[in-house]
């Protein structure tokens, strides 16, 4: 892969930023181009730094993730965005989806799971943890046509 897939990352615990931070750019494929502990942050690295990838947190102070996501979604269509959350409640999964989000995992998810998501929403293909799927699959199965 001669691009490497640039990144951000969103949330505002410095340490699992700096965590995720480190085991993304152990590998040559991808490139950190910028980190935010806010999503209004989060919107301001990217107008600046034009990512391939974002992975965001959900909560955040000042704007959360999904209104984040919602803007970045609607005024830089080409970023793809993958939450990376400690909920798993079926609000927060619908309401990240319906901003924009192509993936979501949980934050425990293991280190290749990461990788394969943000692999997967680069080439516009959605991407979700196990749990979430079995969420979705659940609500859809429950939803009237």
Known sequence: MDHKIQLVIADDHEVYRDGLKSLLQKSKEFEVT????????????????????????????????????????????????????????????LDMLNAGAGGYLIKN???????????????NKPYYCTSTSHKLARLIGASQY
């Open 109 to 123: 998810a293991h280190k290749n799971e990461i990788i394969e998501a943000v692999h997967s929403v680069y080439r």
């Open 34 to 93: 910028g980190e935010a502990a806010t999503g209004k942050q989060l919107i301001s690295v990217c107008q600046e730094v034009n990512p391939d990838v974002v992975l965001t947190d959900i909560m955040m102070p000042v704007m959360d993730g999904i209104e984040a996501a919602a803007y970045l979604s609607e005024h830089m269509p080409k970023i793809r965005i993958v939450a990376l959350s400690m909920f798993n409640q079926d609000n927060l999964i």
